[in-house]
């Protein structure tokens, strides 16, 4: 993506452009023409598109460097997008009018919602993707939105000024190095993916490369280096890839697709393909044969011996068998597109030497005469420590550089998606002055990833679970539109009016649908006469809402509808404002004790630390060293950020509530202003709290 190449070719995105955003060199009629744009975004993965096409949105004249154009919307590793905690994030990357949830929806070969054994609060939506689908789909995507430019190219260099006295940070950037050229700009934004310094390995072979076939980028590497940022080494890995025709699928277990697929997007009734005509996956195990060759060998395999961290959660078959000896692990047989020959090993992802990745393949259950095409290899490159950005993905160091993606220590294309739609709506609001857009922990999923990256940091590939999030039961597939489509079209810019009708509309049908169900009353006997499916106790003497009835497990909007037709009928016309009634049934009494946990935490993130807070010479409070190093470090933004710090004890956030109270009452004193009530109301509150 950032190899040492020319600077490459124009491509304008949009045919509806008036023009390029030309600007000349000041001060010098005669110097050459100089490109300037609102923002720059490094990189064609799944970070940097959603981020390019979500400043464009936001109305910033916005350019996209890549490597290559035809690399856009590649999916490097594995043919599928979303998964437990993974599927929330792309309900939310869409609510924010993000792409890769309409992507899937034009481009999968295989739907299903997992996790259904569990409540709707942690389902999981995923789809196995057609590779060659997803990439014509994302780049015609890419190459027809508005304001939004597309150039191949290397970036080598920063260019830095000044800083910005009112902002934090010992630099700005203003631009871009390309080889032999600059394109100036107000916000820059780096999605690189694992590039930076990428190094792959196969065996004891290694050899500089951000993925199979494309350069890394050293000279970026070197330039955040010198700025002081402070550098990490992860690694990860890819399966090997097998022939389709040569394995052995009648004796595997076939796991079909949902009927009826449920879509990713809010915009969208249905998938672009039935599921008659959707491709199965298979379901394979390891045996005590792969662990013996994987132990026989492991002085063949230098990725393994690195103490750089892999992904805890996608681990590669020699990390789980020196992990898990003893046990079968699941190979899942995924099909990469519908006129593909090959077929993805989930699970099998190896660095082996390739003629001992071929010798364990055909050792496993239904690819005794497997054909390997590709061979597994593993990655190795530097990431940023996350702790080194503000919420709006900004960092510290740097004024209006933004980081979003792998760089960030995270893993997936999901969690650079959500990564990648931050960075380039606040890219475009720093641009334009305005206040940043941050999603707390309280309001999505990203917001945790970005809170756990930003308070935690990471020393390892970083995924999103739902066991991640405290509020799970609020944040659900299902409400993602109703939390944060409203803040993105307000606040950010960033939402279609066409999205925001259609969430105005959604809310305005569960608003009226609950009431409805409320309304409506009888006694248990009589509901168990309207519908004896349901397991409605007869003992029960207190009359039952219409609402209670449809959280039997048995009921849903249609047979409710079917005993009561007036007023309930309207309501099972569209599927998806059924389902939601269902879920908004199911939830009901928990959400409302969930809501006042929520509004307590958000009570905690309106206490607003200083940005220019230095810690380490901080006179007015108590704090320890070791705190005030973590605190300097991480520069949390609120207090309740800087209560996840780990380290950062009870002790010094009760003196930090004091002192934030002392300087709230210092300014009010300068400004000759009244101190509010509630304010002093909050601070004085959780000093009380236990800790």
């Known amino acids: 993506m950032f190899s040492l190449r020319g ?18 060199f000041s001060g010098d009629s005669a110097a050459p023409w100089t490109p300037h744009f609102d923002v720059v975004v490094i990189g064609g993965g799944h970070a940097g598109t959603e981020a390019a096409a979500a400043a464009a949105r936001c109305g910033s004249r916005t350019l996209l460097l890549t490597h290559r154009v035809d690399t856009i919307g590649q999916m490097s590793c594995n043919p599928s997008f979303g998964g437990i905690g993974k599927g929330h994030l792309m309900r939310e990357v869409d609510a924010l009018d993000g792409l890769c949830s309409r992507i899937c929806d034009l481009s999968g070969v295989h739907y299903k919602v997992l996790n259904r054994r569990k409540g709707p609060a942690v389902w999981g939506l995923r789809a196995q993707i057609d590779r060659k689908r997803y990439k014509q789909n994302m780049q015609k995507e890419i190459l027809t939105t508005p304001l939004l430019t597309v150039k191949e190219g290397a970036v080598e260099d920063l260019i830095l000024t000044e800083p910005e006295p009112e902002h934090t940070g010992k630099c700005r950037v203003s631009g871009v190095v390309l080889d032999g050229s600059q394109i100036y700009a107000d916000s820059v934004i780096l999605t690189t993916g694992t590039f930076l310094r990428g190094v792959i390995v196969i065996g004891l072979e290694m050899h500089p490369a951000g993925r199979l076939g494309d350069q890394p980028s050293i000279g970026l590497a070197q330039t955040l280096e010198k700025l002081g940022f402070v550098v990490g080494r992860l690694k990860t890995g890819t399966p090997p890839r097998i022939a389709k025709d040569s394995i052995n699928f009648s004796i595997l277990n076939k796991q079909t697709p949902d009927n009826p697929s449920v879509p990713f997007s809010f ?115 530097d990431y940023l420590d996350p702790r080194q950005i503000t919420p709006s993905l900004e ?46 922990r309280t309001e999505g999923y990203i917001g945790v990833l970005i809170d756990d990256l930003t308070t935690l940091g990471t020393n390892e590939p970083y995924r999103m679970f739902t066991s991640r999030a405290e509020f799970r039961l609020s944040l659900r597939p299902d409400n993602a539109d109703s ?3 409203f803040r ?35 006694s248990s006997s009589k509901w168990k006469k ?5 397991s409605i106790s007869m003992g029960k003497s207190v009359p039952l809402r219409a609402l209670d009835v449809l959280k039997y497990e048995e009921v849903d909007m249609e047979l409710l509808a079917k005993a009561i037709p007036e007023p309930l009928k309207k309501y099972t016309n569209c599927r998806e404002l059924a389902e939601r009634l269902k879920i908004e049934a199911t939830y009901e009494s928990v959400l409302f004790h969930q809501q006042q946990e929520i509004e307590s935490i958000q009570r905690d993130e309106a206490l607003q630390l200083p940005k220019d807070l230095d810690y380490l010479t901080l006179k007015d409070v108590s704090l320890s060293y070791e705190v005030r190093e973590k605190l300097h470090f991480s ?24 002192f934030v109270k002392t300087t709230q009452q210092r300014q009010a004193a300068m400004n000759e202003l009244p101190k509010t009530d ?6 004085d509150k959780l000093e009380e709290r236990q800790l």
């Open 7 to 24: 600077c490459g070719r124009w491509i304008p995105a949009s045919l509806t452009k008036q023009h390029l955003p030309w600007t000349r």
């Open 267 to 381: 915009i969208n009734e249905t998938v672009w393909i039935k599921p008659e005509d959707q491709l199965p996956c298979y379901l394979t195990h390891t045996n005590p044969r792969v662990d013996e060759i994987v132990l026989e060998n492991l002085h063949l395999n230098s990725h393994v011996k690195e103490t750089t961290r892999g992904p805890r959660y996608c681990p590669s078959i020699e990390s789980k068998v020196l992990r898990f000896p003893n046990r079968l692990h699941q190979v899942w047989l995924e099909p990469e597109g519908m006129d593909s020959d090959l077929i993805y090993p989930q699970g099998l992802s190896m660095t082996l030497p390739a003629e001992l990745q071929e010798k364990i393949i055909t050792c496993i259950r239904g690819l005794e005469k497997a054909k390997m095409i590709q061979p597994g290899y593993g990655v190795q490159y």
């Open 395 to 440: 960092t510290h160091l740097v004024q209006r550089l933004f980081f979003a993606g792998q760089i960030n220590g995270t893993t997936g294309y999901e969690e650079a998606a959500a990564q990648g739609v931050i960075a380039g709506i606040n890219a475009s609001l720093r641009v334009r002055h305005k206040p940043p857009f941050v999603i707390s």
């Open 483 to 485: 939390r944060l489509t």
């Open 488 to 522: 993105g079209y307000k606040e950010a810019g960033c939402v279609s009016q066409q999205r925001y009708e259609r969430a105005s509309w959604m809310k305005s049908s569960l608003e009226e649908g609950i009431s409805a169900l409320k309304s409506i009353e009888f």
């Open 530 to 534: 309207l519908i004896p499916e349901a």
């Open 635 to 658: 520069r949390p933004q609120t207090i309740g950020a800087a209560s996840r710090i780990p380290g950062v004890t009870p002790a010094a956030i009760v003196n930090l509530l004091r």
């Open 678 to 683: 509630q304010c002093l109301y909050d601070t």
